[in-house]
């Protein structure tokens, strides 16, 4: 992941959610370490709205699912989440809205997490987003 394509997955974003009346956005993208590679928040998105996107983000990397898939496993196994939760490095989110970005050649460059809207349509947000620039969201 590059700073180019990290700018422009942002950009992507914001311009989505404006098209969809979207309360303001906060976006992180990160690389495959979870390194922060680009992290913007719209005027009016709530403070806390960086640290969730970051940790949306970061969930994909490091539990290599997205963060929706990681929420649905804090509902079916919460012993084995907290064990997760207590492993990482890094806060985990449990919510929809992170998901793992796929370039035109098929390999993982990092991953993006959206947080403004409800979880569903951070992810829904995200996903348009990375197909208007020709990348694939693994929502899986």
């Known amino acids: 992941m590059n700073l180019q394509t990290a700018d422009a997955i942002v950009e992507a974003i914001f311009k989505q959610g404006a098209?969809?009346?979207?309360?303001?956005?906060?976006?992180?993208?990160?690389?495959?370490?979870?390194?922060?590679?680009?992290?913007?928040?719209?005027?009016?998105?709530?403070?806390?709205?960086?640290?969730?996107?970051?940790?949306?983000?970061?969930?994909?990397?490091?539990?290599?699912?997205?963060?929706r898939v990681f929420a649905q496993l804090t509902e079916q196994r919460p012993g084995f989440a907290n064990t997760v939760l207590a492993a990482?490095?890094?806060?985990?989110?449990?919510?929809?809205?992170?998901?793992?970005i796929q370039d035109s050649g098929a390999q993982v460059i990092g991953a993006v997490g959206v947080s403004g809207d409800t979880s569903d349509n951070d992810e829904a947000i995200a996903v348009a987003a990375l197909n208007d620039l020709g990348l694939k969201a693994i929502v899986s």
């Open 19 to 67: 098209s969809r009346k979207a309360p303001p956005l906060t976006v992180a993208v990160v690389d495959m370490s979870g390194s922060v590679v680009c992290l913007r928040r719209q005027d009016g998105s709530p403070s806390l709205r960086p640290d969730i996107a970051i940790g949306k983000a970061r969930t994909c990397v490091l539990w290599g699912k997205s963060s």
């Open 88 to 100: 990482s490095p890094s806060p985990l989110i449990a919510a929809a809205g992170g998901v793992s």
